[in-house]
């Protein structure tokens, strides 16, 4: 018999832990299933797995971790459970146990100090850390590099493939005002993340631009810093504790009506933010207020009185569902109205878009194998609509399309839903 029980203060509760009833509707929704066919990799046997160590049945070792590790957290079984299991709450709160239990080695202990602690919630080494790359992608260090195959010996090689070409243009939270465009309908305030200001500062620009078209008054309070939903997912869950505690604060200073995001994995982690306080009555509060407030910007201008003078895109476009707006936060139609709502444009529909592209995250990183499948198989899904954009509304999954465009040599441009409306409305202005 092995030692019984789960450490953790923020171990998984019994309830949720025992509300699964092994039904099987999630597994034709779960990714690693489709792809393996293991019921191991399933939610319903990754919930076992929890249910064996809780009772001292399993020990919690690297066999048992390498299960959870495969999942992408992608909650799509969420989305179809009768039974109302919280998969994403207990694998996040199961890693934060393995965490404890089993301390990671002096190689991953520095990569997450370096990521999660040294880089994400400081905005000002992030663009310094920007700009060096961008030194590197254009001062020929990159092909250098490559050519000596220097990269593949050091293991950044996939790495180095992965990260998309740096715009020149980033995008930083310095407190700025943009004023609306006609009639003030709202003040909402943006938020702008850690990692997409680096990679996609264009998108940040177009969204400023969409909201200010549509009426919106945009703050962006300049206190704010990494959301913590990547701190979450890796079990370190008491600095993303943290992070929620310094963005709450930064946007109630903010006095708007809402907060808007346009990254579907930041979304789901602000408007989830009370489930990090539940021993801290006070703070919950807050933060359910908080997340009360936050918007997808799809799902904001959705709801608005769209603003005409949409010129015509003339622009066959497919539309992947990011699995954070899709499956977490329940939002598939907006995207698609916005998108239907652009003169011209054809939205042609591909196979499941609502399976994981394997970003997830830092996934593609640290689960390399598993997510080039997934990734060939939304790219065969994504080829055959032979469209001319890929439509997606999260960064992780725009760097992660982008490179399944590189690797399969397709002619098709990968963009935010946001980009998309922009571009509309600038040919609209065109007459």
Not at 230 to 235: D, E, Q, Y
Not at 303 to 320: I, K
Not at 373 to 386: P, V, W, Y
């Amino acid at each position: 018999m092995k030692e019984a029980g789960l450490r953790s203060p923020d171990a998984p509760s019994d309830a949720d832990l025992y509300r699964c009833v092994h039904c099987g509707l999630c597994l034709n929704s779960c990714p690693t299933y489709l792809e393996t066919g293991l019921e191991t990799e399933s939610p319903r046997g990754r919930i076992f797995f929890m249910r064996a160590v809780r009772e001292g049945r399993l020990p919690l070792d690297d066999a048992v971790a390498g299960h959870w590790g495969m999942c992408l957290q992608c909650r799509a079984c969420e989305a179809v459970c009768p039974s109302g299991v919280r998969f994403g709450r207990l694998m996040g709160r199961m890693r934060g146990e393995t965490l404890l239990r089993r301390p990671p080695g002096p190689r991953e202990r520095f990569l997450r100090w370096l990521a999660f602690r040294a880089l994400l919630p400081h905005p000002r080494r992030l663009r310094m850390a920007g700009g060096l790359l961008r030194l590197y992608q254009r001062r020929g260090v990159r092909g250098m590099l490559r050519a000596t195959r220097l990269l593949r010996l050091v293991g950044l090689a996939e790495m180095d493939a992965q990260l998309p070409p740096l715009s020149s243009k980033s995008f930083a939270a310095q407190g700025q005002v943009y004023v609306p465009q006609g009639e003030r309908r709202m003040r909402v305030a943006f938020f702008s993340g850690c990692v997409m200001p680096l990679l996609h500062g264009p998108v940040h620009e177009a969204t400023v631009r969409v909201l200010t078209r549509n009426g919106c008054e945009v703050v962006v309070p300049a206190a704010q810093t990494c959301c913590g939903a990547l701190h979450l997912h890796s079990g370190e869950r008491e600095l993303a504790r943290e992070l929620a505690r310094r963005t709450i604060a930064a946007f109630e200073a903010a006095r708007a009506d809402c907060v808007v995001v346009n990254s579907a994995g930041c979304g789901a982690q602000l408007k989830e933010y009370a489930e990090l306080f539940e021993r801290d009555p006070a703070s919950r509060a807050r933060a359910e207020r908080f997340g009360a407030s936050v918007r997808d910007v799809t799902e904001l201008l959705a709801s608005l009185p769209f603003e005409r003078g949409l010129g015509a895109l003339r622009l066959r476009v497919t539309y992947q569902d990011p699995c954070h707006l899709g499956h977490a936060q329940r939002i598939t139609e907006a995207p698609r109205m916005l998108l239907r709502a652009i003169p011209g444009l054809t939205l042609v529909e591909m196979e499941r878009p609502d399976v994981c592209c394997g970003a997830a995250g830092s996934y593609s990183l640290v689960e390399r194998e598993m997510s080039r499948r997934l990734l060939e198989r939304k790219m065969d899904a994504i080829a055959s609509t032979n469209a001319d954009v890929i439509a997606t509304a999260n960064p992780g999954c725009l760097v992660q399309l982008e490179a399944g465009v590189r690797r399969r040599g397709l002619r098709a441009r990968v963009a935010h839903v946001v980009e998309l409306l922009d571009e509309a409305y600038r040919a609209g202005e065109k007459g």
